[in-house]
């Protein structure tokens, strides 16, 4: 008979029924995130061939070169910016150790208010913080100074 009882025990505990979680219709639907659209960009670049003590980093790259020694240029037309768009999605991160030598900085304003940096040297780029490939199709269409 105790054997019954603990099998009985045993079934009523693990057959407990739970109620699904009751959703409140009223409740206001989440939303979506506002697409990622490049309004424009602002490209920032000096000679690839100038000369530094030292590397310059992305983020010194206002301090080393002042406004009067670079040249800029805003990109916006709409073609040139899908274009970019899509290449910048496609960047392959690089192993490389040691940090770029900046002579070039696009700043990269979106519809959404938010604005990425995209840094460049003669060899490679710095897309957010990490090191990608260089891209021959954004450096012609963002009017990057090399000579």
């Not at 989440?30 to 061939?49: C, L, N, T, W």
């Not at 690089?94 to 060899?123: H, M, P, W």
């Amino acid at each position: 008979m105790m054997k019954f009882i603990a099998l009985f025990a045993t079934l009523a505990f693990s057959c407990q029924h739970v109620p699904p979680p009751v959703l409140d219709e009223a409740a206001p639907a989440k939303p979506q995130m506002a697409e990622h659209i490049i309004e424009r960009i602002e490209v920032r670049s000096v000679s690839f061939g100038i000369t530094t003590w030292g590397s310059i980093s992305c983020d010194k790259f206002d301090k080393a070169f002042p406004a009067s020694e670079y040249h800029v240029a805003i990109v916006t037309d709409k073609q040139v910016l899908l274009g970019v768009a899509q290449h910048l999605a496609n960047l392959k991160p690089v192993n490389f150790k040691s940090g770029l030598d900046t002579r070039a900085k696009a700043l990269i304003f979106y519809q959404d208010k938010t604005v990425e940096t995209l840094c460049i040297d003669q060899f490679h780029m710095e897309y957010s913080g990490k090191l990608v490939e260089s891209n021959k199709y954004i450096l012609d269409n963002l009017k990057v100074v090399k000579d």
